[in-house]
């Protein structure tokens, strides 16, 4: 159990020390997995970058993911055929939704980076962060977006997911750290004590005082 997500980044950051000052770059995926990944970066000294994910919803369930998209450098889809079969979801659901989620993300991008460019990942150390996974949809996603961008390695960094999940990320990247485990997984929020949602004044402050300190290192 982590008392919030600041706590569980703290953890985390112990387990990736053999990367500080070594210009990785700590992406945290929005909105939850900000405020982890800025302790990862702050003890790193690592530059913080942030994913912009949006989980595509099954029409009528929307709570039901069958897909994930992340606008990128390399805009990248992730969908879950198997449930989008099951469901017989038409494919022009599928396009609408897509579009719809798209400009969402774009639009959140102007208000995080206030104009500023992503950081450039190509050759460096890509840590990816999120508060915790359960399907692993969203993560996935962005792991193959960076991927196109040729980084040198990509880590998975995260504190607690399903060992099922865990055993499929393993394959993807070049590193998983997981702090727990649980055999009975069923919400990322129940190991928390404090899951309150992310704001977006919460994600820009943590992006501009992370990538204001000296400490951290330009790429």
């Known amino acids: 159990m982590f008392k919030n997500r600041a706590e569980a980044g703290k953890l985390l950051a112990k387990k990736l020390l053999q990367y500080k000052n070594n210009k990785a770059v700590v992406i945290g995926l929005a909105r939850g997995g900000v405020p982890v990944a800025f302790e990862i970066a702050y003890e790193l000294c690592a530059f913080l970058d942030v994913a912009l994910v949006k989980k595509l919803g099954a029409p009528i369930q929307e709570e039901l993911a069958i897909g994930a998209i992340v606008d990128g450098k390399n805009p990248q889809i992730f969908l879950n055929n198997e449930i989008i079969g099951h469901l017989n979801i038409a494919k022009d659901y599928i396009d609408e939704i897509i579009k719809i989620k798209l400009s969402e993300i774009r639009k959140r991008e102007k208000i995080y980076r206030s104009g500023k460019d992503r950081i450039d990942i190509t050759g460096k150390i890509a840590i990816v962060v999120d508060d915790g996974i359960a399907t692993g949809a969203s993560i996935k996603v962005v792991i193959k977006s960076l991927k196109s961008e040729n980084p040198k390695k990509i880590i998975v960094a995260v504190p607690v997911a399903p060992i099922e999940t865990i055993a499929e990320l393993k394959r ?32 820009i402050s943590l992006l501009d005082k992370a990538n204001d300190n000296l400490c951290f290192i330009k790429p």
């Open 172 to 203: 993807e990247v070049d590193e998983v750290i997981v702090l727990s485990v649980p055999e009975n997984f069923y919400a990322v929020g129940a190991f928390y004590d404090d899951f309150s949602q992310t704001s977006d004044e919460e994600v």
